[in-house]
């Protein structure tokens, strides 16, 4: 089995981990859900060996994650567990941060619901969210690349598409999570970070 690439993780590794390094500096339990690759997942262990990043992912996408775990092993690296957030049991471990990429604009709307929902019960008091991806402020995209995005991704499955950040917002306050940071990053993503209260 060839190991899964995306040219994305390397294009956007370095500035997500710019930020993660700064907001996870006092964190030890990383949960990642949707590991995909498996690529962020090695590359963020090898840059911030103080936490146990802990990788999720629907079953289909862990032999890929275990391909590159095994290639570029890190002994704060964890084995990816299984996580569909709508039908999959959550961890039963608290994390003082959990981090997930290109998430949102692929689940269906009732995933991202539940998604923050689990979030909001897993991370602990003061625990960090960081939500990587496209985002939609006020229905507008304010780059040609990402109209063309959603276009395609709603095109090919009506459930997909970037979602509103005021619609993505409701739902992290419903978890108890307050907004710290929305950052700017390459190729017309957003970083939010959010804390539990």
Not at 81 to 92: R, S
Not at 143 to 157: E, G, K, T
Not at 164 to 175: K, M, Q, S
């Amino acid at each position: 089995m060839d190991k899964p690439f995306s040219q994305a993780c390397i294009n956007n590794r370095g500035p997500i981990s710019g930020i993660l390094e700064r907001v996870f500096a006092n964190k030890r339990n990383i949960l990642e859900i949707g590991s995909g690759t498996g690529q962020h997942a090695v590359w963020f262990a090898s840059k911030m060996p103080h936490l146990s990043w802990q990788t999720s992912d629907q079953a289909q996408y862990h032999a890929g994650i275990n391909q590159w775990i095994e290639e570029c092993p890190s002994p704060n690296l964890l084995a990816p567990i299984p996580l569909n957030v709508l039908t999959d049991p959550w961890p039963t471990n608290a994390y003082d941060g959990i981090y997930s990429a290109n998430t949102a604009h692929i689940m269906p709307w009732e995933a991202v619901v539940a998604m923050f929902a689990g979030v909001g019960v897993r991370l602990s008091s003061n625990g960090i969210f960081c939500l990587y991806g496209p985002i939609k402020y006020q229905g507008e995209l304010d780059a040609q690349s990402n109209v063309q995005f959603d276009q395609r991704l709603q095109q090919q499955f009506p459930h997909q598409g970037i979602r509103e950040f005021h619609d993505i917002n409701r739902l992290a306050l419903a978890a108890e999570l307050v907004l710290l940071e929305d950052n700017t990053m390459p190729a017309n993503n957003r970083l939010l970070v959010w804390q539990k209260i």
